[in-house]
């Protein structure tokens, strides 16, 4: 119910608008009441990112899955694959809402708070992978290579949503933290 939902507001939010779709229209295009919406999400700004809110987790384990061995930063450019590939599974509805979210102050807010969250959902693998401590918070390298790579993520997005005939995300990606190219 939670995805059909979160489905239901970025179709509407893509039809008309963000601040002109309500919390009223959405349930009465989702069939659903106003205490049930709040039952799954706090907030329209939480509905509409829907699915990408949990996607922090599968990046972790994605991330955790990677080889042992394997440095610090190609196991987080790596590990982003499975969240681009959804990206480009639905091109350019994904554009149309990346841009929307990049172009709405609030969304834009949002956004942040989620990258704040997947920060801390990665923080102790790649501190594991730097040979650092986790619970160290005065050591700041997980914390930089974390927020450089979403930082990387952000900027191809961006030039991915700026291009009508664009380059695979995945190139663009590549490009932005200068990894070798995903073997297809």
């Known amino acids: 119910m939670r995805a059909e939902v979160a489905t239901v507001v970025q179709n509407l939010v893509l039809e008309r608008g963000y601040e002109e779709t309500t919390v009223d229209d959405i349930c009465a295009t989702a069939e659903i009441s106003r205490s049930t919406f709040f039952r799954y999400f706090p907030s329209k700004e939480e509905a509409l990112f829907g699915e990408s809110i949990d996607a922090g987790e599968r990046l972790r384990d994605a991330l955790t899955a990677r080889p042992a061995g394997e440095a610090p930063w190609v196991a987080m450019r790596r590990a982003l694959d499975a969240l681009i590939e959804q990206y480009e599974a639905h091109d350019e509805r994904t554009r ?65 949503t700026a291009n009508s005939q664009p380059q695979p995300l995945a190139k663009i990606l590549d490009r932005a933290m200068q990894a070798p190219a995903h073997p297809r």
Not at 134 to 156: H, Q
Request: aromatic share 4%; glycine share 4%.
């Open 96 to 160: 149309r809402l990346t841009r929307l979210i990049v172009n709405t102050p609030s969304l834009a807010a949002r956004h942040r708070e989620k990258n704040a969250r997947w920060q801390e959902l990665l923080r102790p693998e790649i501190a594991r992978r730097l040979g650092a401590d986790p619970a160290d918070d005065s050591d700041p390298r997980a914390n930089a290579v974390i927020a450089a790579a979403l930082g990387c993520v952000e900027a191809a997005l961006a030039a991915w």
